[in-house]
């Protein structure tokens, strides 16, 4: 076990009947840092996230929180975890000010203190505004941000965020990972479940890739990004009756399949290696077909998450909708 780590785990596993919802999970995850942990539906993100959080009991393997065993330590474990789930889980007949300093009452503050802190974590996340309004009347966006108030009204040294943006607009979910960055800042640790690869990409210093149960890939977001291919070819062609020509070419000398769209002049490639490009730019200009316009970019994260998973991410689903 490495005391230098907020979490460590090898060969965790979780089943339900004949299901193995979690299967073999390793992680290494240093103080301090925010992880992404991706993943589409029902690959083991949140089963993972509740072993760790003494919510339930691994079958299998086993996992440490600061050095400390979550099963035969799970009381030493609470002591410096906060979980925040998909949802809020405050009173939503309570005002904002009531639901912390209750929750500030329940974690030993007195009356004084847990009023103090309550509007210190209000302030903080700026609802000092709805601090007297009802939870239920909140936006989405206000009901995350008191909901993570709520998980650090004693400042936890590892947080689990289980999706804390879906749902959210863009300007909320920008608001929350303000958030996640201030309480880094302050030496949190967090791990963080999410399937916004734009989330990731903005937050995470490493991120794991589960599906079914299993770690598939796990690197910093260039890394993940480089073990799938150099990226993608973009050539917007001088003259679109060149299109099949080109076609032709950049197949031959890129191996591999050259996508089109609605606009004929233009063509696109995912390319392995980098290396053919510039001999596949030449063979077209050897060939009379001129290009106004190229580029070479790196594959995105959710490029990444597809071709790891085969699935498309939550983001793109959306936006088909």
Same mark, same amino acid.
Do not use: C
């Given at each position: ?33 925010? +992880? ?6 029902? !690959? ?29 330590? !799970? ?11 998909? +949802? ?20 030993? +503050? ?5 009023? !103090? ?20 009347? +909140? ?77 598939? !890939? ?104």
């Amino acid at each position: 076990m490495n005391h230098e780590l907020a979490i460590e785990t090898k060969g965790l596993v979780k089943t339900f009947g004949k299901h193995r919802a979690v299967d073999g999970v390793d992680l290494s995850i240093p103080k301090g840092k925010v +992880y992404g942990f991706l993943g589409p539906n029902g !690959a083991g993100k949140t089963t993972t996230i509740r072993m760790l959080a003494t919510l339930l009991q691994p079958d299998g393997g086993e996992a440490h929180i600061f050095g400390k065993n979550i099963v035969t330590e !799970a009381a030493e474990v609470r002591e410096r975890i906060s979980l925040t789930g998909q +949802y809020a889980s405050i009173d939503e007949d309570l005002t904002g000010i009531e639901n912390l300093v209750m929750i500030s009452r329940l974690m030993g +503050y007195k009356k004084k203190e847990a009023k !103090a802190r309550a509007t210190e974590l209000l302030a903080a996340f700026g609802l000092e505004e709805a601090a007297k309004k009802q939870v239920k009347n +909140y936006s989405g966006g206000m009901r995350r941000r008191i909901d993570i108030a709520a998980s650090i009204v004693v400042t936890p040294d590892l947080l689990f965020l289980d999706e804390p943006t879906t749902g959210l607009d863009p300007r909320s979910r920008n608001q929350v990972w303000d958030i996640v960055r201030t309480l880094v800042s302050a030496g949190t640790t967090v791990l963080l479940t999410t399937q916004y690869l734009e989330e990731a990409d903005q937050l995470a210093d490493r991120i794991a890739v589960i599906n079914q149960g299993k770690i598939i !890939a796990e690197g910093t977001s260039s890394e993940l990004k480089a073990s799938v291919g150099a990226g993608t070819l973009n050539v917007r062609l001088a003259d679109s009756t060149d299109r099949e020509r080109a076609i032709t070419i950049l197949s031959e000398k890129l191996q591999t399949d050259i996508k089109t769209s609605g606009d004929t002049a233009s063509l696109s490639a995912q390319v392995g290696d980098a290396s053919l490009v510039a001999e596949a730019l030449g063979e077209l200009v050897q060939h009379r077909i001129n290009v106004s316009d190229f580029s070479l970019g790196q594959p995105s994260l959710d490029e990444v998450f597809l071709t790891l998973t085969g699935q498309k991410t939550e983001s793109e689903e959306e936006g088909k909708q």
